[in-house]
Structures are given as C-alpha cells and as structure tokens.
C-alpha cells in the first residue's frame, strides 16, 4: 500500500525554523516526484516545493524561496521540507504528495497525499 506520512509541523515563532518530514511507505521515492503543499483556512492548496524522482530537479514556490530548502533521504526513504526565516503568511497544514508524471504544482498531477501537519507561526 503506497502510504507517505508527514510529521514535524507545529508552533514557531516568526523568523523561526521547523523541518517536516515526509516517510514515504510502499514504494521507494526514487520512484516518484515529491511535492509539498499547503493549505490556509479559506485558501486554495497551493504548491511550496517539489523535488524530482532523480534528485536531479527541485522547484519552490515565488513566496518561499531562499526560505525553504527540500531534499531527499532514499537510505531512509524520506523526503524533508527545511524552513526557515518562518512568517506569519506561512501558516496553514502542509502536505506531502506523490506523483508518477509531473514535477509541477497542479494538486491534480499528484497521485498520493497524506494527512497534513500543522505550521503555524505566531508570536
């Protein structure tokens, strides 16, 4: 059962920093493209960062980057969303996805999602 599971989110101060990670189950991801995602209250999902099958391609989102950083782990099979110099803006539950085909930021290009973690930076 292909399965990937987000953890690391929680509450940061603004200019603070969280890694999230994503452990991917099923499958190795160096079978498939890895993107996060994010989603604020009253707000469309949007893409943050994504990361190709080979490690060869990374992409971020206008609004993140010099912010945020992805990588990948394959001997644990886990891929990380690095942030850092948090704002308030960036508050919302971050996904992580899984797709065959694209290295975009179309939610409907991706073939598996987790269950999302919390980011909420605040004072």
């Known amino acids: 059962q292909v399965q990937v599971v987000e953890s690391g989110g929680g509450l940061v101060q603004p200019g603070g920093s969280l890694r999230l990670s994503c452990a991917a189950s099923g499958f190795t991801v160096d079978w498939f493209h890895i993107g996060w995602f994010r989603q604020a209250p009253g707000k469309e999902r949007e893409g943050v960062a994504v990361?190709?099958?080979?490690?060869?391609?990374?992409n971020y989102a206008d609004s993140v980057k010099g912010r945020f950083t992805i990588s990948k782990d394959n001997a644990k099979n886990t891929v990380y969303l690095q942030m850092n110099n948090l704002k308030p803006e960036d508050t919302a539950v971050y996904y992580c996805a899984a797709s065959l085909s694209t290295t975009g930021f179309d939610p409907d290009g991706y073939d598996y999602w987790g269950q999302g973690t919390q980011v909420t930076v605040s004072s």
């Open positions: 990361i190709s099958s080979s490690n060869s391609f990374t």
